[in-house]
């Protein structure tokens, strides 16, 4: 039955006809360098958003830091809303993953983000190839971060 869970959650991802994501530099959350998406192009890699009340925000990014050391796909954790110090709170002690915060334009290119986590798989072209909506948990976010280095 998990399986069968697992394997709807990433069937119902789809392709995205997405904006340049190359043009966006994400503002760093907890100090460091902000991110320049450009800087990430010619590798796949992952976005994540979430928000600091989302109950299940809060374990998609536990279940991406217990995951991203494993992986050589950048992850990257995109905050949104105005609270930045509840967005701040939330990835601090968070290590291996970018933590951003989306700038409104950025969501606006994506057409808005309707509910959190969202989690994108960016191609090596910087080109979105995968969305997946809601929690994942540990096995279909596995899978995500597997279905990059295919």
Same mark, same amino acid.
Request: hydrophobic share 50%; proline share 7%.
């Given at each position: ?25 994400? @503002? ?7 991110? @320049?998406?450009?800087?990430?192009? /010619?590798? !796949? ?9 989302? /109950? ?15 992986? $050589? ?19 601090? /002690? ?8 989306? !700038? ?20 090596? $072209? ?19 971060? /597997?279905?990059?280095?295919?």
């Amino acid at each position: 039955m998990r399986a069968l869970l697992l394997a709807w959650l990433l069937a119902c991802g789809v392709a995205h006809a997405a904006p340049q994501l190359a043009d966006f530099t994400l @503002p760093a959350l907890a100090g460091g360098d902000d991110l @320049p998406l450009a800087s990430l192009q /010619g590798q !796949p890699y992952l976005i994540s958003f979430f928000e600091p009340e989302c /109950g299940w925000c809060r374990k998609q990014l536990k279940d991406l830091a217990q995951l991203a050391p494993a992986q $050589q796909l950048p992850v990257v954790a995109a905050g949104i809303g105005s609270n930045a110090p509840g967005l701040r709170q939330l990835v601090s /002690g968070i290590d291996q993953i970018h933590k951003v915060q989306a !700038p409104a334009a950025l969501l606006r290119a994506l057409g808005g983000i309707k509910a959190t986590p969202l989690t994108l798989l960016v191609n090596s $072209q910087g080109e979105i190839s995968f969305v997946a909506r809601g929690y994942l948990g540990v096995e279909g976010t596995a899978a995500l971060l /597997g279905r990059a280095e295919n």
